[in-house]
């Protein structure tokens, strides 16, 4: 991979203007454009210091063939079940590769069991990738009111399913109102599942 891909990969995941990436990594805007273009294929060590920071792992040693850890956080406890009240709190970090760092954000800790079917064990850490949409069927992370949750998701008219891959838990129904006045919100969908035994 060449600076100006992984320059380019990062404007795009992060949503950033050259302007705002010039500001957050102390050049001006030309530099940017220049790297973008490919004719800076080099940092200064203040700038690979400061892109490290943003990214999370050495930048420069990637861009230079060197064997780089990369790690996204675990964020806290999601419930595969339901009335667990959302709750940050920093559990640490897990390992993912380049490709994965690139498609997800965080992970959260399985409580429950309720999407046992689907591979999710009590104490699985789940890989989120942050959006606030997902198509029908996807494994997402939802917000409730002050609930957080992991299930499965079925749009149908006038009505929004999540859905439990365990037959003993019931699926939640949700009105367009309901929706609206609880909140019932979108924090992500669920990429993969780790699960030690």
């Known amino acids: 991979m060449e600076l100006k891909e992984l320059i380019l990969e990062i404007k795009l995941k992060e949503g950033f203007s050259n302007e705002e990436l010039a500001k957050r990594l102390g ?4 530099t940017v454009g220049r790297w973008l273009k490919g004719e800076v294929k080099t940092l200064q060590e203040d700038t690979a ?20 850890t990369f790690k996204r956080p675990v964020v806290g ?7 667990l ?10 390992e993912v590769d380049y490709n ?3 498609r997800g954000d965080f992970f959260l800790k ?15 850490m789940v890989y989120v990738q942050r959006t606030e949409s997902l198509e ?21 008219p006038e009505t929004v399913i999540l859905e439990a891959s365990n037959p003993e838990v019931p699926n939640r129904y949700f009105s367009k109102k309901e929706i609206e006045e609880l909140p019932l919100r979108v924090l992500g969908k669920v990429l993969y599942c780790k699960t030690s035994f």
């Open 110 to 124: 399985v409580t429950g069991n309720s999407m046992i079917g689907s591979g999710i064990m009590n104490g699985s």
């Open 136 to 156: 029908n069927g996807d494994i997402g992370v939802f917000l409730i009111g002050d609930e957080v949750t992991v299930k499965r998701i079925e749009y149908r």
């Open 100 to 102: 994965d760092y690139k």
């Open 27 to 30: 050049v001006n805007k030309t």
């Open 77 to 83: 406890v999601v419930k595969a079940g339901y009335d």
């Open 49 to 68: 210091a400061r892109l490290n920071e943003l990214l999370g792992f050495d930048a420069d040693g990637f861009l230079k063939g060197k064997a780089v």
């Open 85 to 94: 009240f959302a709750d940050q709190n920093y559990l640490g970090e897990e």
